[in-house]
C-alpha cells in the first residue's frame, strides 16, 4: 500500500471457512467493514486461495453492498484445490497444495515474522 500513489481506504473483513468438520464450509465473519463500499471501487485482497468457498463467499456478500466495481486479488492459488469457481483479477503465484508461512501468514502463530514465503514440512505429512 506505501507504493500506491493514489487515494485509497483500507478497510478489512476477517473471514474463514470452518475447517473443524463441525459445519463444513460454513463462512464465519469475524470483523466487517467499516465502511460504506456502495458504489465505489473494491479491492479484496486475499492471502491464500484454495478451494474457493471463502473468497467466493465474500465476493458475494460484498456484491450486495453495490460497488461500483469488485475485484479480487491473491498472492498464493492452490487451483488443484478449487470446489468453487471464483474470478480473481490478480494473482501472485500458482502453487501445489502445501501449507505456506511468512510474510504475515502463520501457523499457530508461528513463522509470521519470516520475510520470505516458505513451505512448512510435516514430519507425518499432515499439518493437523
Known amino acids: 500500500m506505501r ?3 493514489l487515494p485509497v481506504e483500507i478497510d478489512f473483513l476477517h473471514a474463514s471457512s470452518d475447517t473443524t468438520g463441525t459445519a463444513p464450509g460454513a463462512l464465519h465473519i469475524f470483523g466487517d467493514l467499516a465502511t ?3 458504489d465505489r471501487d473494491v479491492l479484496v485482497v486475499d ?3 484454495s478451494t474457493g468457498n471463502t473468497l467466493s463467499a465474500v465476493m458475494t456478500r460484498l456484491a450486495a453492498r453495490w460497488p461500483r466495481r ?3 486479488c491473491v498472492l498464493i492459488d492452490k487451483p488443484v484445490l ?3 469457481p471464483v474470478d480473481v483479477r490478480w494473482t501472485g503465484f500458482a502453487k ?3 501449507f505456506y508461512v511468512g510474510c504475515g501468514m502463520d501457523y ?3 513463522h509470521r515474522h519470516r520475510p520470505d514465503i516458505g513451505a512448512l514440512r510435516f514430519a ?3 499439518p493437523g
Open 108 to 110: 499457530d502463530q508461528r
Open 36 to 38: 460504506d463500499i456502495g
Open 124 to 126: 507425518d505429512g499432515d
Open 3 to 5: 507504493a500506491i500513489d
Open 70 to 72: 469488485l475485484e479480487a
Open 96 to 98: 501445489p497444495d502445501a
Open 47 to 49: 492471502d491464500i486461495l
Open 82 to 84: 478449487r470446489q468453487v
